[in-house]
Nanobody
Framework: QVQLVESGGGVVQTGGSLRLSCAAS????????MGWFRQAPGKEREFVAA????????????SYTDSVKGRFTIFRDNAKNTVYLQINSLKPEDTAVYYC?????????????????WGQGTQVTVSS
């Protein structure tokens, strides 16, 4: 099992940047593929980005939508048991609770049901 704790959210002005962190505790963090999702008020949770166990493969929602295109970067430090989401050029529509998720596997996953472990979320609010 793995426990996940997100941090780094807050209130930021349009155009600003944030780096979200997700610290994992438990066994064998490097065995897990990791993902970031977000849920805006009144909307369903949506996929943002995912990364393979060793960081060699990443996948972003911008592969099929412009909502995060070029502004989000996922990366991980297995020595620190942490995955990150760097968000630049923040927009009001990025306002959401951001969740990290983990699943054992060597690839990456983009669907909620593919993940067994979730953090509690961190709030990001972008003011206009």
């Amino acid at each position: 099992q793995v426990q996940l704790v997100e941090s780094g959210g807050g209130v930021v002005q349009t155009g600003g940047s944030l780096r979200l962190s997700c610290a994992a505790s438990g066994r064998s963090f490097s065995s897990y593929a990791m993902g970031w999702f977000r849920q805006a008020p009144g909307k369903e949770r949506e996929f943002v980005a995912a990364i393979s166990w060793n960081g060699a493969m990443t996948y972003y929602a911008d592969s099929y939508t412009d909502s995060v295109k070029g502004r989000f970067t996922i990366f991980r430090d297995n020595a620190k048991n942490t995955v990150y989401l760097q968000i630049n050029s923040l927009k009001p529509e990025d306002t959401a609770v951001y969740y990290c998720a983990a699943e054992i596997g060597s690839y990456y996953y983009t669907k909620e049901y593919e993940y067994d472990y979730w953090g509690q979320g961190t709030q990001v609010t972008v003011s206009s």
